[in-house]
């Protein structure tokens, strides 16, 4: 086992720039425009529930990693509190999820560059597959080198997100209000709008469970991860919350939406109007960097649960491989920089970030159900909000499309029938002849 465990090398700061970097990126730069078309101006609303409901998960995740620190996530804390089947389902539900998701930022990355350059939309897939290969070789170089590139990235993004506030602020206050009336507007006004928005909002959450996936890298993680984790959810909260509000009472849920479906790059299209020389261009260039950001987190926390995949033997055990400085498995990380590609060729944000927020909403559920397990010793915060956390992952996953939880339902299946497999292959020959 020593030749696939990693060094720690991560304090709070690090651990907080590496959830920051992971959480502020593809939700705020582009799945705001989505919720927005769906729900209309609730999706204010639908940006707080969320942003409960990752609270909730929040607390959940810190006490189990506070309690089991290593790489692997729900993974991990499946197989120990639960079973190795839900183990399996979890790990197998974040490579689903965050593949997606690291997809949906490259996509969205490539929008919003190709926005700034004046090209056309064909070039989004080629531009957002070149840009998987350029992370994917970033994170093989280490989680240190990894997390110096990140902390630039988040400058510039914290920078231009100011902005957008600061920019559109006196707009909104000028429309005195009208953009936000009707509030439950949108495609198809009502609560199962908001609840669907409030589902894909989620996922624009979740980045602090990569801080969770490097449990095995972080210096004294009983402490660190709870504390990382909250600072991070309340600095995104924050932020979140105050560009939803500027954004709808200064252009209205049309523009927004508009931005999401055709450029991919709706807080671009909205700096447009502010009247302000240059207001697009800021918000490109912190998507741009924001997008980078996420996707090398996304890549980085996916290779971290292969790896823990690969060590228990629910995945090929080459990919548990680390370098001999023990700094990455870098067979695990050019693994997942494939399956991000290979999702990237779909081409439509939409439907990948769909697609992950069915599956990061039944991850955590998952994630809940585990903290549910924990000790009167070993739990930190009250048991009624993982309560709250479990519900609310597992009645939001299915407001997404139909068609989507269908699909995801199917690749869960297709999983568990791997796992079978598995364990056939590793069972001893006297065994699989009886």
């Excluded at 602020?169 to 009208?178: D, F, K």
């Excluded at 996936?213 to 984790?229: C, D, L, N, S, Y």
């Excluded at 370098?323 to 050019?334: D, G, M, S």
């Excluded at 299915?398 to 339902?409: A, D, H, I, T, Y």
Aim: hydrophobic letters at 55%; a positive charge.
């Amino acid at each position: 086992m020593s030749n696939t465990l990693l060094k720690r090398q991560l304090g709070l700061s690090g651990a907080v720039i590496m959830g920051l970097g992971s959480i502020i990126g593809t939700g705020v730069f582009v799945s705001l425009g989505l919720a927005a078309g769906i729900t209309g101006p609730s999706v204010v609303l639908a940006v707080a529930i969320a942003a409960g409901v990752a609270l909730c998960n929040g607390l959940s995740a810190a006490q189990l990693a506070a309690n089991h620190p290593v790489s692997g996530g729900t993974y991990e804390y499946g197989y120990r509190y639960l079973n190795p089947w839900l183990g399996f389902t979890a790990g197998w539900l974040f490579l689903l999820a965050k593949s997606a998701s690291a997809a949906t930022a490259a996509l969205g990355f490539s929008g919003y560059l190709l926005n700034i350059l004046g090209l056309g939309d064909r070039w989004i897939v080629p531009l957002a597959l070149a840009t998987v290969v350029v992370m994917t070789g970033i994170v093989l170089n280490g989680i240190q080198r990894s997390n110096q590139v990140n902390l630039a990235i988040l400058t510039v993004t914290f920078v231009s997100l100011t902005f957008f506030v600061l920019a559109g602020l006196p707009l909104a206050l000028s429309q005195g209000g009208m953009l936000l009336v009707p509030f439950f507007g949108g495609d198809h006004p009502g609560w199962a709008a908001v609840l669907q928005a409030s589902a894909l909002m989620f996922v624009a959450y979740t980045g602090y469970g990569r801080i969770t996936t490097m449990g095995e890298e972080v210096h004294q993680p009983e402490i660190t991860i709870p504390r990382a984790i909250l600072l991070t959810l309340g600095i995104t909260m924050t932020l979140y919350m105050s560009i939803a509000l500027v954004g709808v009472a200064a252009v209205g849920v049309d523009t927004l939406q508009q931005g999401a479906l055709i450029q991919a790059a709706p807080l671009a299209v909205a700096a447009e109007r502010f009247g302000i020389p240059g207001s697009s261009v800021v918000l490109t260039v912190g998507a741009i960097a924001a997008m980078l950001g996420v996707l090398l987190n996304l890549i980085l926390g996916l290779s971290r649960v292969l790896l823990a995949m690969g060590r228990r033997g629910d995945m090929p055990r080459a990919v548990a491989r680390v370098n001999a400085n023990r700094t990455t498995p870098p067979i695990a990380v050019i693994v997942m920089g494939t399956v991000t590609g290979v999702l990237v060729l779909l081409g439509n944000v939409k439907t990948t970030w769909s697609f992950s927020a069915f599956t990061v909403l039944s991850y955590y559920a998952l994630t809940n159900l585990a903290a549910l397990r924990l000790s009167r010793s070993e739990r930190k915060y009250p048991r009624w909000t993982t309560w709250i956390g479990f519900l609310a992952c597992l009645s939001l996953a299915f407001w997404v499309e139909w068609q989507v939880w269908l699909v995801g339902l199917g690749i869960i299946l297709i999983g568990l029938a791997w796992k079978m497999l598995i364990n056939d292959w590793t069972k001893p020959r006297s065994h699989r002849e009886r």
